[in-house]
């Protein structure tokens, strides 16, 4: 096993790769993986495309992590940091403002649907999914309904890593390991249409109304005196890209109104133009009560986050001593809400979210080409956000047991994703899927790129099954 690499040296004069495999834990990694073979150092970025530490190019089929929304090397946004870190590299939140976070906050605002006038931010997503549900349990104690304090989301959901946006988080092995975690969260069914019950599975607004009358029968079952909100993603990540069935959001709208029950839209990975608009609750005609963002706001060049509120939800807060005692030291970061503001400038001049608007059923058109291998089973998603289920039989949908989809998706499909130069997300939260989410600056050629690089991969991991 070679330890060294294009990647250099530290200053210390260890070889990068080496002292990885001795210092750095990776996030989301089995560790076991850097000891057996060399560590993937990615070090440069332009355009679609990054480099790792021996020179091969790659197409950035996953935004980094959904995320790198302009692309990788916009000196414009580089240069937006520094000229703040120049004049004011950090300044809290706490009792002050600064004017990135003040303009920041506004032009959010502008965005966001209804009347989501108030920002709170944070780092990233998972904080503000752990905000949210801080926020709407104290909110329904100021109305005086202290019981209310329960939270229901989606099966296979994923929302974050802190203990309570664990908790609401829906994948059972991410959180076998540090239960207890905090109580009162509850699941319903997600809008998976390819594994709906047989009966619906060709009527997707009865399979809407079926999922979302299962939010409401598990608030009835509960306790409407209980619970505090409905936590739904725009287009469900984990499991692969289950995007909302007609008539879903505005029936679960309907539902939350009548038991009084906030609904958050978790937005972590939709808004910025993923889907078309800023704020993906546009695209599918719902208001919520709260959104909660991160990643696109700045194309990742900065870490940020928000939950914007709904005025009704912070008008207790105005009077009095009434205070949400919640906080981040870098929540609002001056060089990160620079970044932020340069970045969605740069949404404006480029016309990005027209150009999602135009270029997604193109997205979906090549994708779905892919149907014709025997190992496709779906292609789902919306906009630039797109799922392909895996399956071992198409006509009965039949998927992979446990050792099938570690071998699949583990042992051949990633190492060969990357090594045809396509770097992706192969993974088995749910059924095995392979997901793409690539700058919102591809168009055609990209598209095609990564089609032909699938197929070839695809074609040859269903002949070595």
């Known amino acids: 096993m070679s330890t060294t690499d294009q990647a250099g040296t530290t200053p210390a004069g260890t070889p990068r790769g080496q002292a990885a495999r001795d210092h750095l834990w990776g996030h989301m990694t089995r560790q076991s993986t850097w000891e057996r073979g060399e560590v993937p150092i990615i070090v440069r970025g332009e355009g679609h495309h990054v480099w790792d530490s021996r020179g091969k190019r790659y ?3 996953l935004s980094g992590l959904f995320t790198v929304q302009v692309g990788h090397g916009r000196t414009e946004l580089a240069e937006r940091a520094a000229a703040q870190a120049k004049e004011l590299a950090f300044f809290p939140l706490w009792s002050y403002a600064h004017p990135q ?20 931010f944070t780092t990233g997503g998972g904080e503000a999914v752990e905000t949210a549900w801080k926020l709407a349990k104290q909110f329904w104690k100021l109305q005086g309904q202290p019981g209310k304090h329960k939270v229901i989301s989606r099966a296979v959901a994923y929302h974050g890593t802190p203990q309570g946006a664990l908790s609401i988080t829906g994948i059972p092995g991410m959180k076998a390991p540090f239960e207890p975690l905090v109580p009162g969260a509850h699941k319903v069914p997600n809008t998976n249409l390819y594994r709906a019950p047989e009966e619906l599975r060709d009527d997707p607004k009865a399979f809407g109304r079926w999922a979302a009358d ?8 509960e306790g409407a005196d209980t619970v505090a909100a409905v936590f739904l993603e725009p287009v469900q990540n984990s499991g692969g890209c289950f995007p909302p069935p007609p008539g879903y ?8 109104d ?7 839209s978790d937005e972590t990975i939709c808004a910025f133009g993923r889907i078309g608009d800023m704020f993906a609750c546009n695209d599918y005609g719902y208001v919520p ?4 963002c991160a990643k696109g706001m700045t194309s990742g060049y900065s870490p940020i986050g928000a939950c914007l509120v709904s005025d009704r939800i912070f008008e207790p807060f105005k009077h009095g001593t009434t205070t949400f005692y919640h906080g981040y030291t870098f929540g609002g970061h001056p060089v990160s809400a620079a970044v932020a503001m340069e970045n969605l400038d740069i949404f404006e001049r480029e016309r990005l979210n027209e150009h999602v608007r135009t270029n997604a059923p193109l997205f979906r058109r090549s994708l779905e080409q892919l149907l014709d291998l025997p190992i496709v089973g779906d292609v789902r998603g919306d906009g630039y956000f797109y799922g392909i289920e895996l399956v071992k039989d198409k006509a009965t949908r039949e998927t992979f047991d446990d050792a099938e989809s570690e071998h699949l998706l583990r042992d051949f499909l990633s190492p060969a994703l990357l090594a045809a130069g396509l770097y992706c997300r192969a993974d ?23 089609e ?14």
Request: proline letters at 6%; a negative charge; one cysteine or more.
């Open 258 to 264: 009548a038991h009084d029950v906030l609904l958050v």
């Open 452 to 465: 032909q690089i699938l197929r070839a991969v695809l074609t040859e991991g269903w002949a070595r099954l």
């Open 428 to 450: 088995d939260r749910g059924d095995p899927v392979v997901q793409l989410a690539p700058p919102l600056t591809c168009g055609p050629a990209e598209f095609a790129e990564m």
């Open 59 to 61: 197409i950035d089929g």
């Open 101 to 120: 976070a003040i303009d920041l906050a506004e032009r959010l605002a502008s965005h966001a649907p209804g009347d989501l006038n108030r920002v709170f």
């Open 289 to 292: 009560d709260m959104i909660t």
């Open 214 to 221: 299962r939010i409401e029968e598990a608030i009835l079952f």
């Open 249 to 256: 959001f505005e029936r679960v709208r309907e539902i939350c």
